[in-house]
Every structure is written in structure tokens, then in C-alpha cells.
């Protein structure tokens, strides 16, 4: 997976709350196998377990494949 870019939104109620980000795969079934590499990684879950020793950090996960418009200039 490739990291393409990162928002935050400035006003509320998500201010401070929400992270919105893009990444890039080169298929849908690459994306489902990337995702399950990335959950299955013992470092990823021993980095994780200890960021979330007081709690979890992350409430919900809402997940989007988009298609990039042939009006759109293309990403690099």
C-alpha cells in the first residue's frame, strides 16, 4: 500500500477526532491482502497493544474504495 496523503478536519465536532487519509493499492484484492498483512504483523500489534494501554485510540474505522475520474488530474 502505497500512503497518498493525510487531513484533519478544523472545525467541530470531528476536530481533534478524526484523521481522513488515502492510500493506494494496485486492486481491490491487493488492498484486502495488504490490510490482513498489516493486522496479522506482530510488531503492528505490540505497537498498537502499547498505545492502547490506557484505552483504545480508535473508536470506528469507515473504509472507501474510490476510482479517480478522467476529469481529475492525476495523482504522483
Do not use: C
Request: without cysteine.
Amino acid at each position: 500500500m502505497k500512503s497518498l496523503a493525510y487531513w484533519t478536519p478544523t472545525d467541530d465536532p470531528l476536530k481533534g477526532k478524526t484523521l481522513v487519509y488515502i492510500l493506494e493499492h494496485p486492486s481491490r484484492e491487493a488492498a484486502t491482502a495488504n490490510w490482513q498483512a498489516f493486522h496479522d504483523d506482530p510488531e503492528w500489534q505490540s505497537v498498537r497493544d502499547k498505545s492502547e494501554a490506557n484505552g483504545k485510540l480508535v473508536d470506528h474505522i469507515d473504509s472507501t474504495y474510490l476510482s479517480l475520474t478522467d476529469f481529475s488530474p492525476r495523482l504522483h
